[in-house]
C-alpha cells in the first residue's frame, strides 16, 4: 500500500449500528452528547449509522423479544436531534397479510419515515412486509436482516444484490471468509453490514428455530421457550464470550482489516441486554482507552439513569 492509499483509508469512516433505539433511550440521551461535545474521547475513524430497535409488544419485532418502553414520540425526537437515523427492527420472519393492520406498527411507520432530515430505516425480514411498507411508507430504507441466517456465500450475494435493501446483515460466521469478502464489488461491499460481537456458538444450528421462536412470541402465541443447545447456554450472552468467539470483529480488526478492504457498516448486537453491558460495548468499540474512565464516570454519576 502506498502512502497516499494509506492516507485515503485513514479518511474512511467505520458507521456503527447500535442496539436500543427505545429499549435504552436513556442511556443513549446521555451518552450521544458526549458524544457531539466530547469528540475527542471518541475514535476519529468511528461514526454512528443508525440505532435500531422496536417497543414492547410489536407484533412486526423479532430477533429479540421487544421490551422497549420509551414512547416513541420522545424516541424520534432524540434521533431527529443528534441527526442519527432510527431503524425500526421489523424482522419477524412468520408474518402474515392479516398482520400488516396492525395499528401500533403502522402508527410507528408513521411517525419515523418523515422525522427530521435524516432517513430512518426498517430492518426486515418477510417479504409481505417489505412489500407493505414499500408502498405504503415509501421514505424507508431497508436492511436485509441476519435473522435469515444468510450462511451460503452465493446466497449472500444474491441477497446484496436485491436493489430494495441498502444493507444487507449476514449470519455471523460469513465473518472470516474473507478470502470470498475480498471478491465483492465495492457496491456490494457498501452494502455489507457485519454482525461484530455475537455470541451464539459458531457451530449453532439452530439459529433460525430460535428467532422463529421470538417471532411467535411477538405475534402473542402460546409457545414454549427455545432451549438452546449451547454449552454455554445456561450463562447468557456475554460480551467476554463474545470476544472469543471465531465471528467476532473487534476495533483491530475494523481498522486493520475492514476498513482497508472496503467495508465500513458494523452492527453492535444487544438489545436484551442491560444498558451497563451496553456501555461497556459502546467504550470497547467507540472510546479511546485513555478516555474510557470519562465517559464511564459521566454515565454512571448521573443518578437519574437506571443501568441495571
Known sequence: MTLTDYNEVQKIKAYYHLPGLFEFYDLYSKFLPLFRTHREYFYDWCEIGSIYGAPMDCIWGGGRVGFGEEEAGRVAALMREYGISARLTFSNSLLKEEHLADKKCNELCAMFEKSGATSNGVIIYSDILLEYIKDKYPGYYFVSSTTKVITDFNEFIDE??????????????????????????????????????????????ERKKCYENVSRKSLGEECADHICASPNATRGYSFSDAMVNPGFIGTDDIVNTYIPAGFTNFK???????????????????????????????????????LF
Do not use: W
Open 160 to 205: 446484496l444484490n436485491r436493489e430494495e435493501f441498502s444493507y444487507v446483515v449476514p449470519d455471523f460466521r460469513l465473518n472470516r471468509e474473507l478470502d470470498k469478502l475480498n471478491t465483492l464489488t465495492s457496491e456490494q461491499k457498501r452494502k455489507v453490514e457485519f454482525l461484530c460481537n455475537e455470541c451464539c456458538a459458531f457451530d449453532c444450528r
Open 268 to 306: 453492535i448486537e444487544g438489545r436484551s441486554l442491560g444498558s451497563a453491558v451496553i456501555l461497556e460495548m459502546l467504550l470497547y468499540y467507540m472510546v479511546k482507552p485513555e478516555h474510557r474512565l470519562k465517559v464511564r464516570e459521566e454515565i454512571y454519576l448521573d443518578s437519574m439513569l437506571d
